[in-house]
């Protein structure tokens, strides 16, 4: 889960779904205001740019 906060203050919570390399990823926008949800699909390179951050996250944690 992940919450974006804009520069007026807004907040929203974003899903991200990392599949495997060969399967689409995607984010799920969720709008609990007004019960809405929505997927977007992610584009390959960035998709693989947070399975790297993912890794560096495990790597630290596991240096704990």
Do not use: C
């Not at 906060?5 to 990392?18: A, M």
């Amino acid at each position: 889960m992940i919450e974006i906060e804009y520069d007026d203050g807004k907040k929203e919570k974003l899903q991200l779904w990392l599949n495997e390399e060969s399967q689409t990823s995607f984010v799920k926008k969720i709008d609990t205001l007004n019960k809405f949800e929505s997927l977007f699909t992610i584009p390959d390179e960035l998709a693989n740019h947070f399975r790297q951050l993912v890794e560096q996250i495990e790597e630290i944690d596991n240096s704990k």
